[in-house]
């Protein structure tokens, strides 16, 4: 029988090779916006909260189980004394598994109030940032807005020495002039896929360590709550926002999506921009 112990193993080696992106970094509350031009030139903001976690509950939780786990024996399953070469493995392998998720984060640990404010100067070193406050573990106040052409993809955001980011907007350009624009990050189901393995992790668990388990995540939890939209002169081929768009002065068109704890898909749209000259 899998135990939790194995359970919680095998998930983080899942999610480090197929699921990470989009759990290590979320929004929290923000307001957001894609100015997209005919011509291919652009705007993008961010004004809220970025919450850095996700990889590090799941190692919490499976280091507190795995502390609580009794030695059993193999053949009769019953419990027995912890030999002390036994525990020294156990002590191993949690320092070889905080180690491989410190460096699959950048070696970020947002429990660490020093660390925290060197990530928040990494940001502040790169263009666009124009601000970065520390307001909590592992949370953010970031104001951020760039301008820029777009002849090539734009990915937000982008993380100086972090191995694995996840976007909360992605453009990407198609053959005939065609842009495609997602929002993975502003839907808590789509931006955030570690939460069902979190899910399954607290089935897993015995009902006592499920309860606490659960109450823990609840405490900690931040929830993605926003407003995206995107603004353009472009055509509007395809979009999934509930009432279209939104006409404007000088032929502008606004896509708005109001993004809840209960959204489902994430925004998207697809737009067709004039030719290149």
């Given at each position: ?19 990470l992106s989009g759990c290590f970094l ?252």
């Open positions: 029988m899998m135990t939790f112990k194995t359970l919680a193993r095998a998930t983080l080696l899942l999610g480090a090779a197929t699921a979320q929004p929290g509350s923000f307001d957001s916006t894609l100015t997209v031009l005919e011509d291919g030139r652009f705007t993008f903001a961010y004004d809220g909260e970025i919450v850095m976690g996700g990889i590090g509950d799941l190692a919490e939780m499976a280091d507190a189980a795995e502390g609580e786990e009794p030695c059993t024996d193999e053949s009769s399953g019953e419990e027995r004394p912890c030999p002390q070469k036994e525990l020294d493995d156990r002590a191993a392998k949690k320092a070889q598994d905080q180690a491989m998720m410190q460096a699959m984060m950048g070696q970020a640990d947002m429990s660490n109030p020093q660390q925290m404010a060197e990530f928040a100067e990494v940001l502040q070193r790169q263009a666009g940032w124009n601000a970065v406050e520390i307001a909590g573990e592992g949370v953010f106040e970031v104001s951020f807005a760039i301008t820029s052409r777009l002849g090539h993809d734009f990915d937000f955001p982008t993380i100086e020495g972090m191995p694995i980011a996840s976007s909360f907007v992605q453009a990407r350009l198609r053959d005939g002039n065609r842009l495609r624009i997602d929002a993975p990050g502003f839907s808590p189901q789509a931006g955030n896929p570690m939460s069902g393995m979190m899910g399954e992790m607290i089935g897993a668990m015995g009902d006592g360590q499920a309860t606490a388990a659960n109450a823990e995540t609840n405490d900690d939890a931040r929830p993605i709550e926003g407003t995206f939209r995107i603004i353009t002169n472009a055509q509007i081929l395809t979009n999934n926002t509930d009432e279209g768009p939104q006409f404007g002065d000088n032929g502008m068109q606004t896509l708005s999506w109001d993004i809840t704890p209960n959204s489902g898909a994430a925004p998207s749209a697809l737009l067709a921009l004039a030719p290149t000259p």
